[in-house]
């Protein structure tokens, strides 16, 4: 297997086509990582999350990361990682990049329906408050593997 580090342009690119990753972030050196729904664009990640853990913890240390990855087998992958600060956008003084979000995710089938629909199943209440964020990206890396495995390429040589 060859591990080559992805270009910004293409780490980017990988971004542009997902729609679920892994948000991470940290309050008190300890670390939170769960799962998310988001549309990337150049600079910006957009987000419609509910209130709970991860929202309180960025209010309060807005350094955050998301890691994507794409597993095709043990030595076909991709993996992105966008480093960069949280940023609610509520109303009104963010219309507009709240109207922008909420077009580039309603691409995006059934964007909305699991923060929604966790949070309705466990509260038992229809009228979840959700809120609207972005990540600014300060950096984008990647990797990306390709090809046989060292032990399969040896086997196949003999």
């Known amino acids: 297997m060859v591990i080559n580090e992805m270009t910004e342009k293409d780490s980017g690119a990988f971004l542009a086509n997902a729609s679920l990753?892994?948000?991470?972030?940290s309050l008190n050196n300890q670390p939170y990582v769960v799962p998310i729904y988001f549309?990337?664009?150049?600079d910006y990640i957009y987000v419609l999350s509910t209130f709970g853990q991860k929202t309180e913890w960025m209010q309060r240390n807005p350094n955050v990361c998301l890691e994507v990855d794409e597993i095709m087998n043990q030595s076909q992958w991709m993996s992105v990682i966008a480093n960069g600060r949280y940023q609610e956008l509520p109303e009104p003084q963010y219309t507009s990049e709240r109207d922008h979000a909420r077009t580039?995710?309603?691409?995006r089938h059934s964007w909305c329906?699991?923060?929604?629909?966790e949070r309705q199943l466990k509260l038992g209440d229809d009228s979840i408050a959700t809120l609207f964020f972005c990540i600014h990206v300060?950096?984008?890396t990647g990797l990306c593997a390709t090809g046989e495995s060292a032990e399969s390429g040896n086997a196949a040589q003999k």
């Open 21 to 25: 990753g892994r948000l991470g972030c």
């Open 104 to 107: 580039l995710l309603a691409k």
């Open 39 to 42: 549309v990337y664009e150049p």
């Open 113 to 117: 329906q699991n923060a929604l629909a």
């Open 138 to 140: 300060d950096s984008l």
